[in-house]
């Protein structure tokens, strides 16, 4: 099956600094890649969709200047997270979407665990 | 508010035996999908349902799909310490683009 590999897989940091966590999809390309967030013992939720060649779209409550994300090709988005606070400490997982499938099928990546001191 | 309500949020039984868990809204949709998630990765497709009424099997694991295409179960028979994990259910928002999961269900099988 289609395989997402993600990057790096977990990362510690300081308050403060900035964080980027990269998103490639290895055997196929992918116009669409999704950003979920992940807090403990809960479901995922949607933080953003990268499109390729174009401005992401962020979900209602979720801060752009903060969470930037780039999808520079069609099998590469990067999220950044800048100045990061010990609140933005989750589980980050994202997904990309085979554009050569006829169904909306999302393939999803090993996650990246961020904990911000 | 969720559109999709998991329950149990929680579940733990002894290796054997059954369980079902389940997931309902008020909307209609045209299709659902079952994930599972294992700590420390990223969800695993297990099914897509589309037809109300629809029943899918894979092996000890079999989903239904409501009728009215507002909800759909997961049981699964004789679980294993392998079957534990988050298990979310989730549809595709056409209008948007996107994948919205439910609350997920913790399950924790004994040995």
């Known amino acids: 099956g289609a395989v997402v590999s993600q990057h790096p897989s977990r990362v510690i940091c300081k308050s403060g600094t900035s964080v980027k966590i990269e998103c490639r999809s290895l055997?196929?390309?992918?116009?669409?890649m999704f950003w979920y967030r992940q807090f403990p013992k809960q479901s995922l939720m949607l933080m953003a969709t990268s499109n390729e060649g174009s401005k992401a779209t962020y979900e209602q409550g979720v801060e752009k200047d903060k969470f930037l994300i780039n999808h520079a090709s069609l099998t590469l988005s990067t999220l950044t997270v800048t100045s990061a606070h010990p609140e933005d400490s989750s589980f980050y997982i994202c997904?990309?979407?085979?554009?050569?499938?006829?169904?909306?099928?999302?393939?999803f990546g090993p996650g990246t665990r961020l904990t911000v001191l | 508010t969720q559109l999709l309500e998991q329950s149990p949020q929680f579940l733990s039984i002894q290796e054997g035996e059954n369980l079902t868990v389940y997931c309902n809204s008020s909307s209609v949709f045209s299709s659902l999908q079952w994930y599972r998630q294992e700590p420390g990765e990223g969800p695993v497709l297990l099914v897509t349902?589309?037809?109300?009424?629809e029943v899918k099997k894979l092996k000890r694991l079999t989903f239904q799909f409501g009728d009215a295409r507002k909800d759909s179960s997961l049981h699964i028979t004789a679980a294993q310490p392998g079957d534990t994990g988050l298990y979310l259910c989730?549809?595709?928002?056409?209008?948007?683009?996107?994948?919205?999961f439910g609350g997920g269900t913790r399950v924790l099988v004994k040995p």
């Open positions: 989730a549809f595709f928002k056409a209008a948007g683009n996107k994948l919205t």
């Open positions: 055997d196929f390309q992918a116009t669409t």
């Open positions: 997904s990309a979407r085979d554009i050569g499938l006829a169904d909306p099928r999302e393939f």
């Open positions: 349902v589309v037809t109300g009424g």
